[in-house]
């Protein structure tokens, strides 16, 4: 007689959260196509600069945090499953490899080295001791690490190895940041929430509605969601933005933004470094030096004649 040998069973699924992780999927999408537009300058405003729109940035990384931390309890809070476990983080850990590759192809200025992706493949592993420990530890824990950046940080964490610890004392410059200190927080605050108030199970729940069974997919392919939407999105836009807006403004574009990202790292406010960028922009033009900046590696002379250029502009100083 043969015994056929039965796999572990997957945890159910619980419809609620896979619709939550869609809500939270139709939240992103809505932020980067927001983001794309003010990029591209199809909008004539930078949504970047708006408080409420960084804030709506925030509470969407925070609920996919969150939501890790209740999968990884939901998932191996009983005993780790270590083949599963590996299986998805070596899946997140390739799609963040992905996201940084692409992203120094396209922005080899601001590429992401240490975004959401990034976050949750360590902070899978970083939260692994929390599952089995009371949920009261893993509040304090997380409170601890929400904390820590408010009242410690020094210049030797902005280094590039130690940035992603997010206690430097200097932003990088970079479209996606999420560090460890304060949003693992997040995740830790995920695992405590679960073992307070354990999500009901499936048999507990109502049948879903249409639309709750599309964010309930949604929720289910968030992975490759994430990794195709935006190049499809940006890609679009980038095509109407070539088509519609006037060659010149194509040549400056990238120059401004990246002037102005490095104006804004610095303490300025988005109108004084608007300013400050296009006067720079213009006065390079002025003086015959606009291709050999762009184009060109400086000599000593050239730079010489750029910072008088950028000095004559009034660069605004950090607070």
Request: overall charge positive; hydrophobic content about 55%; aromatic content about 10%.
């Amino acid at each position: 007689m043969s015994v056929t040998a039965i796999p572990p069973s997957r945890p159910a699924r619980i419809p609620a959260l896979d619709a939550a992780r869609g809500v939270a999927i139709v939240a992103m999408v809505i932020y980067h196509f927001g983001w794309n537009l003010s990029f591209l300058e199809l909008i004539p405003v930078d949504l970047r600069d708006y408080p409420a729109w960084i804030w709506f940035g925030h509470v969407i990384a925070a609920s996919f945090l969150a939501l890790v931390g209740v999968g990884l309890l939901l998932g191996h809070g009983e005993g780790l499953k270590r083949e599963r476990f590996l299986r998805r983080l070596a899946l997140v850990a390739g799609a963040a490899a992905l996201v940084t590759a692409g992203t120094y192809l396209v922005f080899p200025d601001q590429f992401i080295f240490f975004g959401i992706l990034h976050h949750i493949a360590l902070a899978s592993v970083l939260a692994l001791p929390f599952l089995r420990l009371p949920w009261v530890i893993a509040a304090g824990a997380a409170v601890a690490v929400f904390a820590l950046p408010l009242v410690f940080k020094a210049d030797a964490f902005s280094a590039p190895w130690l940035v992603w610890l997010g206690l430097g004392t200097r932003v990088p410059s970079t479209n996606d940041f999420v560090p460890v200190f304060p949003w693992f927080g997040c995740v830790l605050a995920g695992i405590a929430l679960a073992k307070l108030w354990p999500p009901a199970s499936p048999a507990a729940e109502m049948h879903p509605s249409a639309p709750v069974r599309a964010l309930g997919w949604m929720g289910r392919k968030s992975l490759p969601i994430y990794l195709i939407h935006q190049p499809v999105l940006y890609g679009g836009l980038a095509l109407l933005a070539s088509a519609i807006l006037p060659p010149v403004d194509r040549e400056t574009r990238g120059f401004l933004v990246s002037c102005q990202e490095q104006c804004r790292s610095t303490g300025g406010d988005a109108l004084t470094c608007s300013n400050f960028c296009g006067c720079v922009a213009s006065g390079l033009k002025k003086e015959g030096l606009w291709q050999r900046v762009l184009v060109d590696t400086p000599d000593m002379t050239v730079k010489l004649r750029v910072d008088a250029v950028t000095r004559q502009c009034t660069a605004p100083k950090a607070p």
